[in-house]
């Protein structure tokens, strides 16, 4: 089987939007259920629906791919799933590291979903000397001082950062150096990369906030209700702060004049 240093998946250099190729996860995951209940075909709609997207959308970003279905039939589902696996890349094998084994790291180690969609763990990583050697998900942590050589022998081209966010830099720039072109970080920073090295950025506290801000919204939403009255917030937000209070926090104004200044830098 293949290894990930062998081949670059060819959705730039056929012009696949970017945000056509953030969706395709999504129709594989869906594709992937209906398949498992041996499912022949799919509709535009009923696929679209269970990927969570619009009907057309889901359409205008399979033609990217040179499918379009067969009307009143619609899509070849085990087709669908070898298609959009080939074009992310998956019918090889993708040898990934995972720098920083503390609680998040070792929960990533012990995430069972990565086998089956065609990346596997090829090593821990760890700074502390006191962790080289533990075994975490069946696999012994090794230390830092090994990253070069680990990349090397496995052929990764693709490294997990789950460090804190004072030693992340400093990890992927050793990634970087020796060979990594591909970053997830779950550290809480922004990484500086040379040119050809992708990121993907998660942060849980960034979606957590996102999350408050819309409760926030929907709260002040609730409040200017007729016949709501100086109802408090309380029930949305543990406060007995008046609605009043909420209805003029929520209507400062930030930066750009009409978002509410709601959100931490």
């Not at 499912?39 to 791919?65: C, H, I, M, Q």
């Not at 012994?140 to 081209?157: A, F």
Request: charged share 20%; glycine share 10%.
């Amino acid at each position: 089987m293949a290894t990930g240093r062998t081949h670059r998946p060819a959705t730039r250099s056929r012009g696949i939007p970017e945000a056509t190729v953030a969706r395709l996860p999504l129709y594989l995951r869906a594709l992937t259920a209906l398949s498992e209940r041996s499912v022949p075909t799919v509709s535009s709609e009923e696929l679209a629906t269970a990927a969570g997207v619009n009907s057309a959308k889901l359409r205008k970003d399979f033609s990217y791919l040179g499918s379009y279905g067969t009307r009143g039939v619609g899509y070849d589902v085990e087709y669908l799933v070898y298609q959009i696996s080939r074009e992310l890349g998956l019918t090889q094998d993708w040898p990934v590291v995972i720098v920083g084994i503390g609680n998040l790291g070792a929960a990533l180690a012990n995430y069972g979903g990565f086998a089956s969609r065609g990346f596997r763990v090829a090593a821990l990583i760890d700074a502390d000397p006191a962790m080289a050697g533990k075994p975490v998900a069946g696999l012994p942590v090794r230390h830092t001082d090994e990253l070069e050589s680990i990349i090397s022998d496995n052929g990764v081209s693709i490294g997990v950062i789950a460090t804190p966010a004072g030693a992340a830099q400093q990890v992927c720039d050793r990634l970087v150096a020796a060979g990594v072109t591909s970053i997830l970080n779950f550290a809480p920073t922004v990484l500086a990369v040379p040119d050809g090295v992708d990121v993907r950025k998660v942060d849980l506290s960034i979606e957590l906030q996102i999350l408050a801000f819309h409760e926030q919204r929907k709260a002040g939403e609730d409040v200017n209700q007729p016949g709501q009255g100086a109802r408090t917030t309380a029930s949305r937000t543990g406060s007995t702060r008046p609605a009043g209070a909420a209805a003029a926090r929520d209507g400062r104004k930030g930066p750009d004049g009409d978002v509410p200044a709601v959100m931490p830098a």
